[in-house]
């Protein structure tokens, strides 16, 4: 198989505008090509009609704009879209519109795969092959506002993968996503598995960005059976570290839990949860387990049980919402639809060992 193009996708005006310079071009010609690409999310050399041709020509030898090839498209029946894509390796992974009235989001991948082996996750069941690059990350976000009518203006990155074990290109994403698609980083979401030492490096980095950690019970023995990173970062550990991070950025911190019928939704760790958000601004995000073949058993809970854990949280003056749920005919829910290929884009085994060492 070739080896992918190198992309366009990834660098910022500046470099660019360096580009345009090295290809006989004047250096305004690469921030109008930054234009085309990040702000009308345009991947065709051909249709940039204000670029010289010959310029356009030269390029196009060299580069392709967006290096993401779309393997499947489903669209749900309540408006979400769900990209596979790959860049021509062969290696897929998913991205998600979600529309909304007030608003368009989309959840990006940042990993092929992801190590971190969390036992309800079809993506964690699925082993992990490699990390995106800024042009795979950011070439996510251009194919689905290609989708939209409406300008995406918010983004997760709640797909595939562990955002902070890929957080360089993570961080030039972000600077890519506010300084030249124009995105507020306050509408911005990365979601983290609770990894200490990237979590400071992103405190120090001062962005006023959303932070969501993924709890999933406030007790260690129950939290290293869902997630093995417990072991290394334990619930006292990674809430300490999430309260520094608020106080450095002073942003409300998200709590994802995930909740598992008579496993982590009973009303002792609803209690024990509240406790640890005392005096933390906070909002609390609860999620249904979407069903995965977990060969645990694990299932999802009435909508009774759902609804009292909640009323106990918000009993203790806790801040909680639901995650709205879409797109369920497509598996719309994290590594699902990657899961479900066949044939030369099938999951892989799944690892057992748990790479973090630090
Ligand atoms: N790796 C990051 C971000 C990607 S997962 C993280 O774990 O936070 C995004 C969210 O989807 C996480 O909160 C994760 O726990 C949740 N998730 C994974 N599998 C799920 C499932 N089967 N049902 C519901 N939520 C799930
Ligand atoms: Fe990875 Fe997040 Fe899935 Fe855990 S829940 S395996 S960290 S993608």
Not at 265 to 288: F, K, M, S, Y
Request: with cysteine; glycine share 8%; charged share 25%.
């Amino acid at each position: 198989m070739n080896p992918p193009a190198e992309c366009l996708v990834g660098r910022t005006s500046v470099a660019l505008s360096q580009l345009a310079t090295e290809f006989g071009a004047t250096a305004w010609r690469g921030k109008q090509l930054a234009s085309w690409i990040y702000r009308k999310a345009v991947a065709d050399l051909g249709a940039m009609n204000d670029l010289p041709a010959g310029f356009r020509r030269r390029l196009a030898e060299r580069f392709v704009v967006n290096p993401l090839h779309v393997a499947d498209h489903r669209k749900s029946s309540d408006g979400v879209d769900k990209l596979l894509v790959h860049d021509g390796d062969g290696q897929v992974f998913e991205c998600v519109l979600l529309p909304y009235s007030k608003r368009v989001s989309c959840c990006l991948s940042t990993q092929v795969g992801c190590p971190m082996g969390c036992t309800f996750c079809a993506t964690g069941l699925g082993g992990f092959d490699r990390n995106l690059s800024v042009g795979e990350i950011v070439g996510q976000y251009l194919l689905l506002q290609g989708l939209s009518d409406r300008r995406v203006d918010h983004v997760v990155f709640m797909g595939m993968g562990e955002p902070l074990l890929n957080l360089d290109a993570l961080l030039e994403s972000i600077a890519i996503l506010h300084g030249e698609v124009g995105l507020s980083h306050r509408n911005l979401t990365v979601s983290t598995v609770g990894l200490v030492p990237q979590i400071e490096r992103l405190a120090a980095a001062k962005l006023p960005i959303h932070l969501a950690l993924s709890l999933h019970s406030p007790f260690d023995e129950i939290r290293s059976r869902l997630m093995p990173v417990n072991r290394r970062w334990p619930v006292a550990e990674i809430m300490a570290t999430m309260r520094r991070y608020q106080k450095a950025t002073g942003r409300k911190i998200t709590i994802e839990y995930l909740l598992i019928d008579r496993l982590n939704d009973t009303e002792e760790q609803a209690l024990a949860l509240a406790r640890l958000l005392r005096g933390v601004p906070h909002v609390v995000n609860l999620i249904p387990f979407n069903y995965v073949d977990t060969e645990q058993g694990f299932r999802r809970p009435t909508r009774e049980r759902v609804r009292a854990f909640r009323r106990t949280l918000e009993e203790q003056g806790i801040n909680v919402t639901e995650r709205v749920e879409r797109g369920h005919d497509i598996a719309a829910a994290c590594g699902q639809l990657a899961g479900q290929h066949e044939g030369r884009f099938a999951r892989r085994s799944r690892l057992s060992v748990l790479p973090v060492t630090s």
